[in-house]
């Protein structure tokens, strides 16, 4: 018996929605007994995607984060569920039943994910059911990971060590979306959006773009070193939040310019000036 799990890339996600629309096509009309009754067409997400906004003018970008149920193994949904109202079946989805949840809207603040949608015409709470009842025919994957364009979403059998997914996972590059939950849960995130400190290098004597420059951040441990690209930029991403780092500008000809950046929001120091070194005359004898 597989147990299944998905880990999310937000590296590779453009926010294209195509998971959220292949949820809603599947489910939406749809009652799918034993596993959930019909999707509202609106009011539920559950394929959620969080666009989250990162920087100041003029270095912005946007990361989106996809987020469905988590399929815990220690589910809070589930301990505040009764009658057995939410189960996990022996491959770790986990369901809310639709008949023994109807009445039951706790539920939906019983997840700390806010995964639980509540459907006011039929009364009962819903969510992701990973398309257990496409998996139960045979399916390989749900239908959102089947319909994302740059495989962000990772499919898989956890207990499988070939699988992608459980490769994924030894190698140690993912994270959960919220640790501190503590749920054990099975979606799993690489690339999660933490901070950045970038910047634009110019050299002041020609007003040109620093092209090449050696570019160095170092802070509790860390050190990471890079240069800069075409337009003379640069950027440090993936840093911790609520950190100092220094970054250490050098060229040779020009003066090291040494900035302090601390990581409360994401940092862009803007245009860098770099200025030429002194020239020693000699006096003639
Ligand atoms: S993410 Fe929320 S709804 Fe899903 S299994 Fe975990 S606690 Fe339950
Ligand atoms: S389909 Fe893939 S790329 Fe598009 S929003 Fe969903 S996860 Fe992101």
């Known amino acids: 018996m597989a ?14 929605y195509n998971c959220f629309l292949a949820c809603k096509d599947e489910h939406c009309g749809n009652e799918y007994s034993p596993y959930t009754v019909s999707q509202p067409m609106t009011g539920q997400f559950w394929m959620k995607i969080v666009e989250k906004e990162r920087g100041q003018y003029p270095k912005v970008k946007v990361n989106y984060t996809a987020v469905p149920c988590m399929h815990c193994d220690k589910p809070s949904c589930l301990k505040a569920a009764q ?36 459907n006011e015409e039929k009364k009962v709470g819903q969510k992701c059911t990973m398309c257990a009842h496409l998996l139960d025919k ?25 699988s992608e997914i459980a490769q994924l ?5 993912t994270e959960i979306l919220h640790p501190e939950y503590k749920m054990g849960e099975k979606v799993s995130y690489i690339g999660l959006p933490k901070r950045f400190v970038a910047g634009a290098v110019v050299f002041g004597d020609t007003d040109e773009c ?18 800069t690209d075409n337009y003379g930029d640069f950027e440090f991403e993936g840093l911790a939040a609520d950190k100092e780092y ?20 994401d940092v862009y120091l803007g245009d ?12 003639a004898e």
């Open 138 to 162: 045979g399916w390989k994957e749900p239908r959102c990971v089947e319909a994302c364009p740059t495989g962000a979403l990772i499919f898989g059998d956890l207990d499988d060590p070939k």
């Open 210 to 227: 620093a092209v090449g420059v050696k570019v160095t951040l170092q802070g509790e441990g860390e050190k990471q070193t890079l240069s």
């Open 83 to 118: 009658n057995g109202a939410i189960y996990k079946r022996p491959d770790g989805i986990v369901i809310i039943d639709p008949e023994k949840a109807v009445g039951q809207k706790n539920l939906v603040s019983a997840c700390p994910y806010r995964v639980i949608y509540w």
């Open 3 to 16: 147990r299944y799990g998905m880990i999310m890339d937000a590296t590779k996600c453009n926010g294209c």
């Open 246 to 265: 220094v970054v250490n500008i050098e060229a040779p000809g020009y003066k090291t310019q040494k900035i302090t950046a601390k990581t409360a929001i």
């Open 169 to 173: 996972l030894a190698s140690g590059k």
């Open 272 to 283: 860098i000036i770099l200025k030429k070194t002194a020239v020693r005359k000699v006096k």
